[in-house]
């Protein structure tokens, strides 16, 4: 079993008929289905961005990031997918969380209130000191950028 991490989250709008808050489908995720929190349908044209509303906001423990993460399925049915993948929710961001969205499908997508647009994974940070020196220590691997792919 995975372990479990208690993090505060908060409803930034309240209503009669409230969104699920975001989460796991399936046994296994890794990642929590997070849903649109729109007062309208929302139309995105091909190649057009929006920003779209959660309705929560989040308190990540220090040492923590959110990840925000494509939906596989939508990125391959629509072409909806985020321009900044994986986004970072840091842990001393306490506004509503957005979904940075671009379609690059042909046709336009409509997102409805409710629609699961992204995906959040809570992950560990490890926070880095730099050790400046003149050189480092080579290994086996030559080159980048699809190296491996040339036999």
């Known amino acids: 079993m995975a372990a479990e991490l208690i993090v505060r989250i908060r409803r930034v709008r309240t209503g009669a008929d409230p969104l699920p808050l975001p989460q796991y489908m399936t046994p296994g995720a890794a ?11 929302l139309i995105i044209p091909p190649l057009g961005r ?7 906001a989040i308190a990540l423990p220090e040492g923590y990031e959110a990840q925000v993460r494509p939906r596989s399925g939508l990125a391959l049915r629509s072409g909806l997918t985020l321009l ?33 647009i992204a995906q959040l994974v809570i992950a560990p940070v490890v926070r ?6 003149e050189q480092l220590e080579s290994t086996a691997r030559a080159g980048g950028f699809g190296h491996t792919d040339v036999v």
């Open 31 to 41: 990642g929590m289905d997070v849903y649109a929190d729109l007062g309208s349908p």
């Open 50 to 56: 929006a920003l779209i509303p959660t309705g929560f």
């Open 84 to 116: 900044n993948s994986p986004g970072t929710i840091d842990a001393d961001y306490r506004e509503e969380v957005q979904i940075l969205v671009i379609n690059l499908g042909e046709q336009p997508i409509q997102i409805h209130r409710g629609d699961r």
């Open 128 to 133: 880095v000191q730099w050790q400046e020196v």
